[in-house]
């Protein structure tokens, strides 16, 4: 399954590489939402939520009325999760919070899963260099992305794996990495970082693995298809 991003920093929807310099920035909202449209998921990232800034929660509002979407940054207290599902979100992602003083934070991991379900919950675990980066990623732990979903595997219904390294720069994303989680967990496994072509997202699709594209779609890199897929 292809699931587009909408990332949006300042106000507008936008397209960083590797999260930090930003690369590409659109105000078309309603352009966006129809070529989005049909698709089942879309991912909604608050990139001034995830980074402590003063967050688009109006944006947010906006566009969770309008599309299916996973929506994540900043989310970092059972509050705010539930706050965006009752705003209309399908499924929450949380990362910076599931780690607390370098391990992994399985407390809360239960506690939200037992709270919320763990069919709204997809846990992220972006990683820079092999180790797991949180609070926007900015820092780096020395925690592995193994290690996460082994910890966690029984508390989500998903989880979004993001390589940093090529995040943004239509490289393409180095599939080792994503085999070796898929091999670890039977929940749903989203990649992202770096997908260019439908043929990357066809390599995946065979592993079992779904893709988060952003810079690919809003640079016309990648055309849209003419049949959404779905996973089944």
């Known amino acids: 399954m292809l699931i587009p991003s909408i990332d949006l920093m300042g106000g507008k929807i936008v397209q960083l590489v590797q999260g930090d310099k930003k690369a590409l920035e659109f105000d078309n909202f309603e352009e966006w939402i129809a070529r989005f449209a049909s698709f089942p998921l879309i991912q909604l990232i608050d990139l ?5 800034r003063e967050p688009n929660s109006d944006l947010i509002a906006f566009f969770v009325k309008r599309l299916p979407c996973q929506v994540g940054g900043g989310i970092r207290s059972m509050d705010s999760a539930r706050k965006m599902l009752d705003l ?36 992220a675990i972006d990683a820079r260099g092999g180790k797991v980066a949180i609070r926007g990623w900015k820092e780096v732990t020395s925690i592995a992305p193994l290690q996460m979903v ?49 043929e990357e997202i066809d390599r995946l699709q ?15 890199r990648m055309t849209m298809p003419d049949t959404i897929p779905v996973r089944k």
């Open 88 to 123: 209309g979100a399908r499924r929450v992602i949380l990362g910076s919070t599931l780690i607390d003083k370098g391990i992994v934070n399985v407390a809360f991991a239960k506690q939200l899963a037992a709270e919320l379900g763990p069919d709204k919950l997809v846990f």
């Open 150 to 198: 082994q910890a966690l595997d029984a508390f989500c219904c998903a989880f979004l794996y993001t390589h940093i390294d090529t995040e943004g720069l239509m490289v393409g994303l180095p599939l080792e990495p994503v085999r070796e989680l898929r091999a670890a967990t039977t929940r749903q496994l989203i990649a992202a970082g770096g997908i260019t072509t439908h």
């Open 206 to 220: 065979q592993i079992g693995v779904d893709a988060v594209v952003g810079m690919a779609l809003y640079s016309g």
């Open 48 to 52: 001034d939520a995830a980074m402590g």
